[in-house]
């Protein structure tokens, strides 16, 4: 069974800095294209990013130049390094990705079960 484990949230003042992670973990055989999401309080999920099994990266508007994801392909993580955070930041962080396990020919999305940041002073 695989699973993403998403850590890294917090509480962080403008300004500030914060690196999420999702690890993730079970027969893996491959993961591809990954991608990082939010969502604040009474607003729907918004797209943050995304990074493909050989390193681009894609980024929405709202965070490009702040925002960089980057990927362990050994560690079968990806991080989402967030820097210059404002308190429109503030939301709950997932992942999810493309992954294949072992023995088996198909690619299935998993998610990961969310991180709350909060940018406050």
């Known amino acids: 069974q695989v699973q993403l484990v998403l850590s890294g949230g917090g509480l962080v003042q403008p300004g500030g800095s914060l690196r999420l992670s999702c690890a993730a973990s079970g027969n893996i055989f491959k993961i591809y294209s990954m991608a990082w999401y939010r969502q604040a309080p009474g607003k729907q999920r918004e797209f943050i990013g995304t990074?493909?099994?050989?390193?681009?990266?894609n980024y929405a508007d709202s965070v490009k130049g702040r925002f960089t994801i980057s990927r362990d392909n050994a560690k079968n993580t990806v991080y989402l390094q967030m820097s210059s955070l404002k308190p429109e930041d503030t939301g709950n962080y997932s992942c999810?990705?493309?992954?294949?396990?072992?023995?088996?020919?198909?690619?299935?999305?998993?998610w990961g079960q969310g991180t709350q940041v909060t940018v406050s002073s």
């Open positions: 999810n990705g493309g992954v294949q396990s072992m023995g088996d020919t198909n690619v299935y999305t998993y």
């Open positions: 990074i493909t099994s050989g390193g681009s990266t």
